[in-house]
């Protein structure tokens, strides 16, 4: 039997608007085992941007038990948090987030860098290789694709050998080909390292691939749609919530840990990004 990667209970998130409340989350309970690859769609306001942020440890429910990989963390200090980011999830957005003028290499040695770890380079370079970029390990961005780049923040996700891969809309920025191929590579993952793998989308197409969709409409679950047997083939083979963390660059840095808890040398002057529009 699989172990229980996340576990959430009557989870709410209230957020306050002057004398008005708004329920983005309004009871979300659910269950995620090891290895399963899901997705979570649902229109605008549904709750699944609140409900990534809460999973992705970047910011508090307001009621309600979140259970990842066994670490109850509705309560932990945002020090606990930085820990529980830093060496339990894997991030993937859609912006790709990478450091203009920092190569591939250098990138995906970022988070092994705020959690102290030690070999950085030799495991940084297996995660590049991991994601068919091992001839390009000394680009910066801008001598990479935008399929490439999003293979970089991947491997940046794979290198803390996490248990959770979160990915928040990671085909949004890409077109059809290369959507294919980052799904590809998703689902291999999945299938050969058992990586535990939930993706947010707005993209049937891409929910298609997964063998698990869950629907939110409301703040609620609506649906939860499992697929047996084979997944879709792939053709061609192969918004800012409360708690997110910034660096001076202005680039989201969920790796990022309260200046007190950085090591000597690497401390990143951080922010709490305001809400921007309504909670979704």
Not at 1 to 12: A, F, P, R, V
Not at 79 to 106: C, H, P
Not at 171 to 184: F, M, P, R, S
Not at 220 to 228: A, P, W
Request: glycine share 10%.
């Amino acid at each position: 039997m699989n172990d229980t990667i996340i576990s959430i209970s009557d989870l709410t998130k209230i957020y306050t608007m002057g004398e008005i409340q708004v329920a983005a989350l309004a009871g979300v309970s659910l269950e995620i085992e090891e290895g399963e690859f899901t997705a979570i769609m649902g229109p605008s306001g549904s709750g699944k941007s609140t409900l990534m942020n809460i999973l992705g440890c970047l910011d508090q429910p307001t009621s309600g038990s979140y259970l990842l990989d066994g670490i109850e963390t509705s309560e932990l200090s945002d020090e606990q948090l930085a820990w529980v980011r830093g060496r339990k999830i894997g991030f993937v957005f859609q912006g790709f987030n990478l450091l203009a003028r920092t190569s591939a290499l250098e990138q995906v040695e970022l988070p092994l860098i705020y959690s102290r770890a030690s070999n950085r380079r030799q495991r940084a370079l297996e995660a590049l290789d991991a994601v068919g970029l091992g001839e390009r390990v000394h680009h910066t961005p801008t001598e990479l694709s935008g399929g490439q780049q999003q293979r970089v923040a991947i491997a940046r996700a794979l290198v803390n050998d996490p248990v959770l891969i979160l990915a928040d809309e990671p085909t949004g920025a890409l077109d059809t080909k290369t959507t294919d191929e980052i799904i590809e590579l998703f689902k291999r993952l999945n299938q050969e390292r058992g990586i535990t793998v939930l993706v947010v989308t707005h993209e049937p197409e891409v929910a298609v691939h997964t063998r698990r969709t869950i629907y939110l409409r409301d703040g609620l679950i609506s649906k939860d749609e499992r697929r047996t047997g084979r997944v879709a083939a792939t053709p061609g083979g192969g918004d800012t919530g409360n708690g997110k963390l910034i660096c001076p660059k202005g680039l989201l840095c969920p790796y990022a840990a309260p200046l007190s808890a950085q090591p000597d040398g690497y401390a990143v002057a951080h922010a709490r990004a305001e809400e921007v529009g309504e909670p979704q």
